[in-house]
């Protein structure tokens, strides 16, 4: 079984609607989570990242963590086409891990007009 | 803020020759830099950690005499692929970690390396 599973998608929407990426994971010790957003071809950008469960917006992104269940949520509301790229979410622990991000697969989404 | 450049973005090399990347921070100190290699439809897989003034930590697998990482400043890092050939033709990414708590990174735009 893998640290991080993602849904890996793909997955394909209207413009404006409503867009839910999620992972979970296994290692209790991850305790900073984070999105991160690739096009092709380049270096992925860093989202959103949190530390406690609850929500954390920012503008049209959502980030969910619920610690108890290990599962991890990125909403984008009201998407865009320019919002079509891969999603990948990332983790990290303490200890001897401290540092090292555990990527999920990656989900790719694409928004049509 | 928190800008990480790579150089080159684009390379191709003959078989049996060196290639050295380039990543930096540009407006922040890093004292670790990560390396990271992707294929094509897959996840990031990492490489190696780069300490600042010390050897890089290389994860299983990751042949250390081939994949030559310097870290020699806090906003400098090299991966110098030695040897090349066509298997190690890859898309490799470097990230500085940020001077935040989150451990959030921070990544390159990439290189691509072809090996022909």
């Known amino acids: 079984q893998k640290e991080v599973e993602q849904d890996p998608g793909p997955l394909s929407v209207p413009e404006g609607a409503i867009v839910s990426l999620n992972c979970t994971y296994s290692n209790s010790a991850f305790q900073y989570f984070m999105w991160y957003r690739q096009y092709s071809r380049k270096g992925p950008e860093l989202l959103m990242y949190?530390?406690?469960?609850g929500n954390k917006e920012d503008g049209r992104f959502t980030a969910q963590v619920d610690k108890s269940s290990k599962y991890i949520s990125l909403f984008i509301r009201d998407s865009q086409p320019s919002d079509s790229a891969t999603y990948l979410c990332a983790m990290s622990g303490g200890g001897t891990s401290y540092g090292k991000l555990t990527f999920g697969q990656g989900t790719i989404l694409t928004v049509h007009p | 803020g928190a800008v990480v450049s790579q150089h080159p973005s684009r390379v191709i090399c003959k078989s049996g020759t060196s290639v050295k990347i380039e990543c930096r921070s540009l407006d922040f100190q890093a004292t670790t830099m990560f390396w990271y290699r992707q294929f094509p439809k897959q996840s990031l897989m990492l490489m190696a950690t780069s300490n600042e003034g010390s050897k890089a930590t290389y994860e299983q697998g990751v042949e250390k005499d081939k994949f030559l990482i310097n870290h020699a400043s806090l906003t400098l890092s090299t991966l110098t692929v030695t040897s090349a050939h066509p298997e190690d033709s890859s898309f490799y990414i470097c990230?500085?970690?940020?001077?935040?708590?989150?451990?959030?990174?921070?990544f390159g735009p990439g290189t691509r390396l072809t090996v022909t």
């Open positions: 949190t530390y406690s469960s």
């Open positions: 990230s500085a970690r940020g001077t935040g708590v989150f451990n959030e990174q921070y």
